[in-house]
């Protein structure tokens, strides 16, 4: 067998009737990569990207919500950060809000650009207040769960969203 009908019948096997068929993934084979050294961004591929980046950075977060949620629902006392003289019970409900509920939306790719806003805020308040005294290893993770909310808004939901189902027209670039 030569190496090209070698590649024919994977082709064949992973694209036409295998694993790929079972998600999205014949982007693909349409789209492959030719030449490495290509400066032009695939737009399926940046879909596919915004997705992966949206579940993992928000299913990150919500492991950070959930036990602030917990402890907002059944603690009687709350010792939290008093963030500008709100209190501290107002100000763990605006990071509940942030780190529990926007984080669904940009999983679920629901008004993703709005629900950035509140996330991109509340990592800036923890990397500058909450750790402003702290090293810079300490304030890394905030400080890359912000930059990664910035993509997510300057990119928005991309096309494997709810956003996308819901507006259903073309986005000029």
């Known amino acids: 067998m030569t190496e090209i009908s070698k590649t024919l019948v994977i082709d064949k096997i992973l694209f036409n009737k295998g694993f790929f068929c079972s998600f999205d993934w014949y982007i693909l084979k349409k789209h492959r990569m030719k030449n490495i050294n290509s400066t ?17 950075v928000g299913g990150a977060m919500l492991t950070h919500g959930v036990p602030k ?3 907002l629902v059944t603690s009687n006392q709350i010792q939290f950060m008093n963030f500008l003289g709100m209190g501290s019970i107002f100000s763990m409900v605006l990071v509940v809000f942030a780190e529990f509920l926007c984080s669904i939306l940009i999983i679920l790719g629901l008004f993703t650009r709005v629900a950035c806003i509140p996330l991109m805020i509340t990592m800036l308040v923890a990397c500058f207040v909450a750790h402003g ?3 810079y290893k300490d304030q890394e993770m905030s400080v890359l769960y912000f930059f990664f909310y910035f993509i997510i808004l300057v990119l928005g939901s991309g096309k494997f969203s709810i956003d996308d189902l819901v507006t259903k027209k073309e986005e000029v670039y």
């Open 40 to 56: 032009k961004p695939n737009p399926n591929a940046v879909d596919v990207m915004v997705l992966v980046i949206r579940l993992f």
């Open 133 to 135: 005294a702290d090293t």
């Open 69 to 71: 949620l917990e402890t």
